[in-house]
């Protein structure tokens, strides 16, 4: 069967002398790993087609197993994002995230659009560390996983004028009358809670310019670390790599 899909590359592998093999995020077909041949070649007219972010239309032939690249053509190269450590570095985070989340032939369209916007946000420079801990809350949420910030998870209380604790084990907030059922519950700054609620209903491709402070910036990226690390327990190469540009400064 022929497919002609609109898709993101989110991870390249070499396969054989001269080939490639891509894994797609799709719009409309899910994820989808498509082989495309001589793509390593120097003259490949496809050599583009397989880099890391591009994001093109691809026709593919497949009945089962691996699709093989008939033709296909770039929309957004998104070679800004190679150019730059930082923004690789955040930027395969979230595809190695989506990649690992995301079932062979899951039906795709969510995914790929916040994909789409999260790559689109870090290429406008806005802050890489609020773009992937709203990504992070959206992969949560699609996942089954998305914390109850609006009331205790315990008691199912809202305590608006009441010092309240984040606890990743439960997936939620605890009361202070709660915080005994998860002792090692982490309080949390009221901006940083407000934050947090925001980036439930939040959906990356209306995400503005937010200016966060350093002290929120570690208190949000320290809950998000704990949320994904409790609720998805994923072990990434991508997500090592930016723990040590962070450990060195970069």
Known sequence: MLYRVEGIVIRSMDYGEGNKIVTLCTESGGKAGVLVRGAKKPKSRHAALVQPFTYGQYVYFRNTGLGTLNAGEIIESNHELREDLVKAAYASYA???????LQDEETGAFWFKQLK???QALKEDKDPLVIISLYEMKILQAAGYGPQ???CISCNQERPDEQLFISPRLGGVLCRACKHF?????SVSPKTLKLLRLFVQLD????????VSDSTRNEIKKIMRAFMDHQLGL???SRSFLDQMEKYGI
């Open 117 to 119: 916007a999260c790559l």
């Open 182 to 186: 998860d002792p090692p519950a982490m």
């Open 95 to 101: 595809c190695e995230l989506l990649d690992r989340v």
């Open 204 to 211: 990356l491709q209306r995400l503005g310019n937010i200016s």
């Open 235 to 237: 072990h990434l190469k």
């Open 149 to 151: 910030l609006d009331e």
